[in-house]
């Protein structure tokens, strides 16, 4: 069996996840995880699928002739059994919406060496003001050089409207 990463973008219409499901399933694969959205009128995203590896080149190739598709193939590996969840911490992050904010994050993230195993973002209104609040989801994983305070503590510095909320097990 052959591990395999998929991403893709194209104009978004109902329907296009499960042309691709159906396309996984054809090639006798199976859907392992996978990551969506509907971003600026296009459709991303990013599928891990296990598939025979005498299917690889049919499914490449079938997968290129889907209509307004972009996509990409990268030979992946099973990392299920590297991380538990009770290793990873998720980290939900509200401020007030600014430009550099995501790099403000994920340079406070690397400052404590964290690791980034999943990164979600968007903007709401504020209930009160209306103004853009940014929200954040990150699951990460923290080295033990590195405590749960230090990376608290280096978000927070970010601003005082920043708020953060760290637990483990994801």
């Known amino acids: 069996m052959k591990n395999i990463v998929v991403t893709f973008i194209g104009k978004d219409k109902a329907g296009l996840a499960d042309q691709l499901a159906q396309l996984i399933y054809q090639?006798?694969?199976n859907w392992l995880g996978s990551s969506m959205s509907h971003l600026a009128g296009q459709f991303a995203g990013i599928i891990q699928v296990e598939l025979p590896e005498l299917e690889l080149a049919k499914f490449s190739l079938a997968l290129g002739q889907l209509d307004d598709l972009n996509t990409v193939i990268q030979e992946?590996?099973?990392?299920?059994?590297?991380?538990?969840a009770e290793d990873l911490l998720n980290i939900a992050i509200v401020c007030n919406d600014r430009q550099g904010i995501v790099q403000e994050v994920t340079k406070a993230l690397h400052s404590v060496d964290a690791n980034i195993e999943q990164l979600g973002s968007q903007l709401e209104s504020a209930p009160n003001s209306g103004h853009l609040l940014f929200r954040a989801n990150v699951t990460a994983l923290l080295p033990e050089h590195s405590s749960i305070e230090q990376l608290q503590e280096a978000i927070e510095n970010l601003g005082d409207d920043v708020m953060v909320d760290i637990e483990y097990g994801c």
């Open 27 to 29: 090639h006798q694969g």
């Open 76 to 84: 992946g590996h099973n990392t299920a059994h590297e991380l538990e």
